[in-house]
């Protein structure tokens, strides 16, 4: 079956503006891959480590549950690809977040709509079917 999930950029170094994109996305699909869709989305460079993490709000005071325990980063990745959207599902009061690059701290919230669909012929998932705001800028010209 098909998820909707609303990604919205929550937090970030160079965040100036509203950025949302809603998701279409297999529900089998892992956190690996998910982070892939994240990134296609949002059009950054995949240049930087990541975690997911399960808590109540996204400042960095909140108590978070990571998604991987592991210290190496090879494993942090098996890891990633081992755990799928139905492995999370429901959440309960948590919300998941996505945090990619540790020094500029991009946090994406990511919501799950109510309902499932089933696939449609000949579209390919995962895939954006809405855009609120314009990307972040992930690497801004100094001096602008």
Known sequence: MILKLKVE?????????TCIRVIEIDENTNLLNLHEAIQNAVHFERDHPYVFYLANGPSPGAQRYLLSESEDWHSIERDFAKIK???????GRKKLYYLFDFGDKWVFEIRKARGVKKPEPDVEYPRVIESIGPDPEQYPTMGE
């Open 85 to 91: 959207l139905t492995d999370l599902y429901p959440l």
């Open 9 to 17: 950029c929550v937090r970030g170094w160079f965040l100036k503006e």
